[in-house]
Protein backbone atom coordinates (compact mmCIF):
# COMPACT_ATOMS: atom_id res chain seq x y z
CA UNK A 1 0.00 0.00 0.00
CA UNK A 2 1.20 3.51 -0.58
CA UNK A 3 2.56 6.23 1.67
CA UNK A 4 2.87 9.33 1.71
CA UNK A 5 6.36 10.53 1.23
CA UNK A 6 6.33 12.49 4.53
CA UNK A 7 5.29 9.68 6.77
CA UNK A 8 8.40 7.72 4.86
CA UNK A 9 10.71 10.38 5.95
CA UNK A 10 13.84 8.99 7.92
CA UNK A 11 16.11 11.67 9.91
CA UNK A 12 19.01 9.70 8.27
CA UNK A 13 17.78 10.13 4.95
CA UNK A 14 17.53 13.93 5.77
CA UNK A 15 21.27 14.61 6.91
CA UNK A 16 22.52 12.29 3.43
CA UNK A 17 20.29 14.62 1.74
CA UNK A 18 21.39 17.95 3.32
CA UNK A 19 24.83 16.88 3.56
CA UNK A 20 24.56 15.74 -0.44
CA UNK A 21 23.56 19.15 -1.57
CA UNK A 22 25.08 21.28 0.33
CA UNK A 23 28.92 19.78 -1.15
CA UNK A 24 27.58 20.53 -4.07
CA UNK A 25 26.84 17.66 -5.36
CA UNK A 26 23.36 17.25 -7.28
CA UNK A 27 21.44 15.56 -9.67
CA UNK A 28 22.04 17.29 -13.20
CA UNK A 29 19.98 17.05 -16.29
CA UNK A 30 17.76 13.69 -16.46
CA UNK A 31 20.20 12.91 -19.88
CA UNK A 32 22.76 12.36 -17.42
CA UNK A 33 21.23 9.00 -15.72
CA UNK A 34 21.81 5.85 -16.80
CA UNK A 35 18.21 5.21 -17.92
CA UNK A 36 15.20 7.66 -17.98
CA UNK A 37 12.52 8.23 -15.14
CA UNK A 38 9.84 5.36 -14.86
CA UNK A 39 6.42 6.66 -16.50
CA UNK A 40 5.27 7.22 -12.81
CA UNK A 41 8.10 9.57 -11.48
CA UNK A 42 6.84 12.76 -11.75
CA UNK A 43 8.96 14.84 -13.89
CA UNK A 44 8.91 18.65 -14.49
CA UNK A 45 10.10 20.91 -17.08
CA UNK A 46 10.64 25.18 -17.31
CA UNK A 47 11.95 27.93 -15.67
CA UNK A 48 15.68 28.41 -15.51
CA UNK A 49 15.97 30.78 -12.73
CA UNK A 50 14.85 27.02 -10.21
CA UNK A 51 16.26 24.24 -12.38
CA UNK A 52 19.42 23.96 -9.47
CA UNK A 53 17.17 24.34 -6.85
CA UNK A 54 14.64 21.52 -7.92
CA UNK A 55 17.89 19.62 -9.24
CA UNK A 56 19.13 19.93 -5.36
CA UNK A 57 15.68 18.85 -4.35
CA UNK A 58 15.21 16.09 -6.54
CA UNK A 59 18.60 14.48 -4.72
CA UNK A 60 16.82 15.14 -1.60
CA UNK A 61 13.32 13.35 -2.15
CA UNK A 62 14.90 10.38 -3.71
CA UNK A 63 17.43 9.90 -0.98
CA UNK A 64 14.80 10.10 1.88
CA UNK A 65 12.41 7.22 0.25
CA UNK A 66 13.56 3.86 1.24
CA UNK A 67 15.65 1.43 -0.63
CA UNK A 68 13.25 -0.70 -2.79
CA UNK A 69 10.25 1.56 -2.45
CA UNK A 70 7.81 1.91 -5.20
CA UNK A 71 7.11 5.45 -4.98
CA UNK A 72 7.49 7.88 -7.60
CA UNK A 73 11.12 10.09 -7.43
CA UNK A 74 11.42 13.60 -8.86
CA UNK A 75 13.17 14.42 -11.23
CA UNK A 76 13.70 18.22 -13.05
CA UNK A 77 14.89 18.93 -16.59
CA UNK A 78 16.90 21.62 -17.28
CA UNK A 79 16.43 24.58 -19.59
CA UNK A 80 18.86 24.19 -21.71
CA UNK A 81 20.58 21.71 -23.02
CA UNK A 82 19.99 19.00 -25.95
CA UNK A 83 16.68 18.90 -27.74
CA UNK A 84 14.32 17.25 -27.99
CA UNK A 85 14.43 15.25 -25.36
CA UNK A 86 12.24 12.53 -24.09
CA UNK A 87 11.35 13.32 -20.57
CA UNK A 88 10.28 9.71 -18.91
CA UNK A 89 9.89 5.88 -20.29
CA UNK A 90 7.16 5.64 -22.78
CA UNK A 91 7.16 9.61 -23.20
CA UNK A 92 7.07 11.68 -26.97
CA UNK A 93 9.89 13.46 -27.67
CA UNK A 94 9.47 17.32 -27.18
CA UNK A 95 11.59 20.50 -28.01
CA UNK A 96 13.36 20.97 -24.31
CA UNK A 97 11.03 23.84 -22.99
CA UNK A 98 13.41 26.76 -22.13
CA UNK A 99 11.73 29.33 -19.30
CA UNK A 100 9.00 29.53 -17.38
CA UNK A 101 6.17 30.40 -20.15
CA UNK A 102 7.64 27.33 -22.47
CA UNK A 103 7.54 24.87 -19.05
CA UNK A 104 3.61 25.74 -18.79
CA UNK A 105 3.19 25.08 -21.87
CA UNK A 106 4.54 22.20 -22.27
CA UNK A 107 2.54 21.47 -19.40
CA UNK A 108 -0.60 22.35 -21.05
CA UNK A 109 0.03 20.47 -24.21
CA UNK A 110 1.29 17.36 -22.48
CA UNK A 111 -0.38 14.69 -20.40
CA UNK A 112 1.49 13.37 -17.07
CA UNK A 113 2.98 10.61 -19.51
CA UNK A 114 5.06 13.56 -20.74
CA UNK A 115 4.91 16.31 -18.17
CA UNK A 116 3.96 16.37 -14.43
CA UNK A 117 5.00 20.35 -13.21
CA UNK A 118 6.60 23.24 -14.81
CA UNK A 119 8.97 25.09 -12.95
CA UNK A 120 7.62 28.72 -12.83
CA UNK A 121 9.58 32.08 -11.75
CA UNK A 122 6.27 33.93 -12.35
CA UNK A 123 2.74 33.85 -10.75
CA UNK A 124 -0.42 32.89 -13.03
CA UNK A 125 -1.24 35.45 -15.42
CA UNK A 126 -3.82 36.22 -18.48
CA UNK A 127 -3.27 33.22 -20.97
CA UNK A 128 -2.87 30.48 -18.58
CA UNK A 129 -5.48 28.36 -18.52
CA UNK A 130 -7.89 28.20 -15.42
CA UNK A 131 -7.10 24.77 -15.07
CA UNK A 132 -3.14 25.40 -14.08
CA UNK A 133 -2.45 25.39 -10.33
CA UNK A 134 0.53 27.46 -9.24
CA UNK A 135 2.11 25.91 -5.97
CA UNK A 136 4.42 27.77 -3.76
CA UNK A 137 7.95 26.65 -3.54
CA UNK A 138 9.97 30.43 -2.11
CA UNK A 139 10.62 33.19 -2.44
CA UNK A 140 13.34 35.01 -5.00
CA UNK A 141 13.82 38.94 -5.73
CA UNK A 142 15.43 40.04 -9.39
CA UNK A 143 17.69 43.20 -9.60
CA UNK A 144 20.17 44.07 -12.32
CA UNK A 145 23.62 42.90 -12.68
CA UNK A 146 26.61 44.28 -14.63
CA UNK A 147 30.27 44.00 -15.36
CA UNK A 148 32.64 44.38 -12.11
CA UNK A 149 34.81 47.38 -13.00
CA UNK A 150 32.37 48.62 -16.13
CA UNK A 151 30.61 52.09 -16.19
CA UNK A 152 27.53 51.22 -14.46
CA UNK A 153 26.48 52.90 -10.94
CA UNK A 154 25.89 50.58 -7.89
CA UNK A 155 22.28 51.99 -7.53
CA UNK A 156 19.68 52.70 -9.96
CA UNK A 157 16.18 54.01 -9.30
CA UNK A 158 13.05 51.89 -10.65
CA UNK A 159 12.51 55.29 -13.40
CA UNK A 160 16.36 54.97 -14.52
CA UNK A 161 15.55 51.14 -14.93
CA UNK A 162 12.43 51.72 -16.71
CA UNK A 163 13.83 54.42 -19.10
CA UNK A 164 16.89 52.42 -19.99
CA UNK A 165 14.55 49.64 -20.65
CA UNK A 166 11.88 51.97 -23.05
CA UNK A 167 15.18 53.68 -24.85
CA UNK A 168 14.75 57.31 -22.95
CA UNK A 169 17.92 56.66 -20.89
CA UNK A 170 20.30 55.41 -23.46
CA UNK A 171 23.81 57.32 -21.98
CA UNK A 172 25.68 56.92 -18.27
CA UNK A 173 25.45 60.72 -18.22
CA UNK A 174 22.21 60.73 -18.37
CA UNK A 175 22.32 58.96 -15.20
CA UNK A 176 24.99 61.35 -13.11
CA UNK A 177 27.23 63.99 -14.93
CA UNK A 178 29.97 61.70 -12.95
CA UNK A 179 29.86 58.78 -14.49
CA UNK A 180 31.32 57.86 -18.31
CA UNK A 181 30.10 59.27 -21.62
CA UNK A 182 28.89 55.96 -23.13
CA UNK A 183 25.81 54.33 -24.36
CA UNK A 184 24.46 51.59 -21.99
CA UNK A 185 23.33 48.15 -23.46
CA UNK A 186 20.44 47.32 -21.87
CA UNK A 187 19.83 42.77 -22.44
CA UNK A 188 16.93 40.81 -21.57
CA UNK A 189 16.31 37.58 -21.60
CA UNK A 190 14.62 35.09 -24.15
CA UNK A 191 10.68 35.76 -24.20
CA UNK A 192 9.52 32.67 -22.34
CA UNK A 193 11.43 33.60 -19.18
CA UNK A 194 9.96 34.44 -16.57
CA UNK A 195 12.40 36.89 -14.97
CA UNK A 196 11.83 39.21 -18.52
CA UNK A 197 8.44 39.59 -17.78
CA UNK A 198 8.54 39.91 -13.68
CA UNK A 199 11.32 42.25 -14.18
CA UNK A 200 9.65 44.12 -17.14
CA UNK A 201 6.23 44.68 -15.43
CA UNK A 202 7.91 45.66 -11.72
CA UNK A 203 9.85 48.27 -13.49
CA UNK A 204 7.07 49.67 -15.15
CA UNK A 205 5.43 49.95 -11.79
CA UNK A 206 2.87 46.56 -12.50
CA UNK A 207 2.50 47.84 -16.06
CA UNK A 208 5.03 45.61 -18.28
CA UNK A 209 7.25 48.15 -19.87
CA UNK A 210 7.75 47.56 -24.02
CA UNK A 211 11.03 47.46 -24.67
CA UNK A 212 12.60 49.85 -27.02
CA UNK A 213 15.18 49.29 -29.67
CA UNK A 214 18.13 50.14 -28.09
CA UNK A 215 17.31 46.82 -25.75
CA UNK A 216 19.36 43.58 -27.53
CA UNK A 217 17.34 41.27 -28.80
CA UNK A 218 19.34 39.45 -31.26
CA UNK A 219 20.57 37.67 -29.52
CA UNK A 220 18.74 37.39 -26.35
CA UNK A 221 20.60 36.34 -23.37
CA UNK A 222 20.36 32.46 -21.02
CA UNK A 223 19.07 34.43 -17.54
CA UNK A 224 21.07 34.02 -14.86
CA UNK A 225 24.07 33.14 -17.08
CA UNK A 226 26.96 36.12 -16.72
CA UNK A 227 29.53 34.02 -18.53
CA UNK A 228 27.53 34.96 -21.61
CA UNK A 229 30.39 36.88 -23.82
CA UNK A 230 27.94 39.74 -25.10
CA UNK A 231 27.41 40.51 -21.06
CA UNK A 232 31.64 40.99 -20.83
CA UNK A 233 30.94 44.74 -21.49
CA UNK A 234 31.91 47.93 -19.45
CA UNK A 235 28.20 49.60 -20.32
CA UNK A 236 26.20 46.02 -20.31
CA UNK A 237 22.67 45.62 -17.93
CA UNK A 238 20.94 42.50 -17.52
CA UNK A 239 17.67 41.61 -14.80
CA UNK A 240 19.43 38.67 -12.37
CA UNK A 241 17.67 36.79 -10.11
CA UNK A 242 18.82 37.73 -6.47
CA UNK A 243 18.52 33.85 -5.17
CA UNK A 244 20.49 32.75 -7.96
CA UNK A 245 23.20 34.80 -7.59
CA UNK A 246 23.54 33.83 -3.98
CA UNK A 247 23.88 30.01 -5.22
CA UNK A 248 26.14 30.75 -7.77
CA UNK A 249 28.62 33.45 -6.01
CA UNK A 250 28.30 32.41 -2.57
CA UNK A 251 26.75 28.95 -1.99
CA UNK A 252 29.14 27.04 -4.52
CA UNK A 253 26.61 26.34 -6.78
CA UNK A 254 27.80 27.85 -9.86
CA UNK A 255 28.73 25.10 -13.01
CA UNK A 256 29.80 25.37 -16.28
CA UNK A 257 27.98 27.91 -17.87
CA UNK A 258 25.63 28.74 -15.16
CA UNK A 259 27.79 31.04 -13.22
CA UNK A 260 27.66 34.77 -12.83
CA UNK A 261 30.85 35.46 -14.23
CA UNK A 262 32.09 39.12 -14.49
CA UNK A 263 28.61 40.79 -13.36
CA UNK A 264 28.02 41.87 -10.14
CA UNK A 265 24.50 42.11 -8.78
CA UNK A 266 23.92 45.82 -8.17
CA UNK A 267 21.04 47.87 -5.72
CA UNK A 268 17.68 49.40 -6.80
CA UNK A 269 16.45 52.54 -5.21
CA UNK A 270 19.72 52.68 -3.34
CA UNK A 271 17.97 49.14 -1.26
CA UNK A 272 20.78 46.55 -1.11
CA UNK A 273 19.11 42.56 -2.47
CA UNK A 274 22.14 40.56 -0.99
CA UNK A 275 22.24 40.76 2.73
CA UNK A 276 25.19 42.61 4.00
CA UNK A 277 25.15 39.22 6.95
CA UNK A 278 26.89 35.92 6.78
CA UNK A 279 25.51 33.44 5.32
CA UNK A 280 24.13 35.51 2.49
CA UNK A 281 20.54 35.36 1.97
CA UNK A 282 17.85 37.89 0.34
CA UNK A 283 17.59 41.37 1.92
CA UNK A 284 14.15 41.08 3.46
CA UNK A 285 14.48 44.56 2.88
CA UNK A 286 14.75 43.82 -1.31
CA UNK A 287 12.34 41.51 -1.15
CA UNK A 288 9.31 43.00 0.83
CA UNK A 289 9.66 45.55 -2.78
CA UNK A 290 7.58 45.34 -5.99
CA UNK A 291 11.26 43.29 -6.70
CA UNK A 292 10.44 40.37 -4.53
CA UNK A 293 9.00 37.73 -6.05
CA UNK A 294 7.06 34.12 -5.29
CA UNK A 295 8.29 31.23 -7.04
CA UNK A 296 6.31 28.04 -7.85
CA UNK A 297 5.59 24.93 -9.55
CA UNK A 298 3.00 24.13 -12.25
CA UNK A 299 0.67 21.31 -11.66
CA UNK A 300 -2.81 20.36 -13.25
CA UNK A 301 -5.80 20.73 -11.19
CA UNK A 302 -7.61 17.55 -12.24
CA UNK A 303 -4.17 15.37 -10.73
CA UNK A 304 -3.54 17.82 -8.01
CA UNK A 305 -6.82 17.36 -6.58
CA UNK A 306 -6.60 13.47 -7.32
CA UNK A 307 -6.96 10.42 -5.00
CA UNK A 308 -5.02 8.23 -6.98
CA UNK A 309 -1.29 7.46 -6.16
CA UNK A 310 -0.48 10.32 -8.58
CA UNK A 311 -2.53 13.23 -7.04
CA UNK A 312 -1.06 11.83 -3.50
CA UNK A 313 2.92 12.41 -4.94
CA UNK A 314 2.52 15.61 -5.98
CA UNK A 315 0.89 16.50 -2.73
CA UNK A 316 3.71 14.86 -0.75
CA UNK A 317 6.25 16.13 -2.97
CA UNK A 318 5.00 20.04 -2.93
CA UNK A 319 1.77 20.31 -0.82
CA UNK A 320 1.49 21.71 2.81
CA UNK A 321 3.41 19.51 4.58
CA UNK A 322 5.20 17.86 2.13
CA UNK A 323 8.55 17.03 1.56
CA UNK A 324 9.62 20.28 0.34
CA UNK A 325 7.48 22.46 2.82
CA UNK A 326 7.78 21.10 5.99
CA UNK A 327 9.59 23.88 7.75
CA UNK A 328 13.56 22.86 9.36
CA UNK A 329 12.86 19.94 7.20
CA UNK A 330 15.83 18.61 4.85
CA UNK A 331 13.26 20.68 1.46
CA UNK A 332 13.78 23.64 3.78
CA UNK A 333 17.19 23.58 3.66
CA UNK A 334 17.95 23.02 0.64
CA UNK A 335 15.53 26.13 -0.87
CA UNK A 336 18.05 28.17 1.32
CA UNK A 337 21.10 26.90 -0.04
CA UNK A 338 20.44 27.61 -3.41
CA UNK A 339 19.45 31.10 -2.10
CA UNK A 340 16.17 31.42 -1.96
CA UNK A 341 13.55 31.85 1.34
CA UNK A 342 11.93 29.25 2.50
CA UNK A 343 7.80 29.85 3.37
CA UNK A 344 6.38 29.61 6.28
CA UNK A 345 4.28 25.91 6.85
CA UNK A 346 1.54 26.81 5.22
CA UNK A 347 2.44 29.34 2.67
CA UNK A 348 4.75 26.99 1.01
CA UNK A 349 2.94 24.70 -0.84
CA UNK A 350 -0.21 26.90 -1.00
CA UNK A 351 -2.19 27.15 -4.36
CA UNK A 352 -3.46 29.61 -6.33
CA UNK A 353 -4.49 30.52 -10.23
CA UNK A 354 -5.56 32.75 -12.95
Known amino acids: MR ?7 AAAAIATSVVTVASGTAVADPSTLPTLPLAQDIVGVGSDTTQAVLNGLSVGY ?6 GSTLPR ?11 ITTKTGATSIARPNGSGAGINALNTNTSTTVDFARSSRGPQLGDPATDIFVTLG ?13 APSNLTTAQLKGIYECTITNWTQISATLPNATIKPFLPQTNSGTRSFFLKAIGGATSV ?29 PYSVAHYIGQVFNGHASGSDAQGP ?8 IVPVSTATPKVINSSFAATAYGRVIYNVVREAEWTATDAHGVALRAIFGVGGWI ?9 IIKDYGFLALPNGACGSTTHI
Do not use: F, H
Open 3 to 9: KTAAKLL
Open 62 to 67: NASLPA
Open 74 to 84: LYSWDATGSSP
Open 139 to 151: KDAVSWAAKSGGN
Open 210 to 238: VPGACVTANPLVQENQGTDPVLNDANAVV
Open 263 to 270: LTIRDINS
Open 325 to 333: CTNGGAGSA
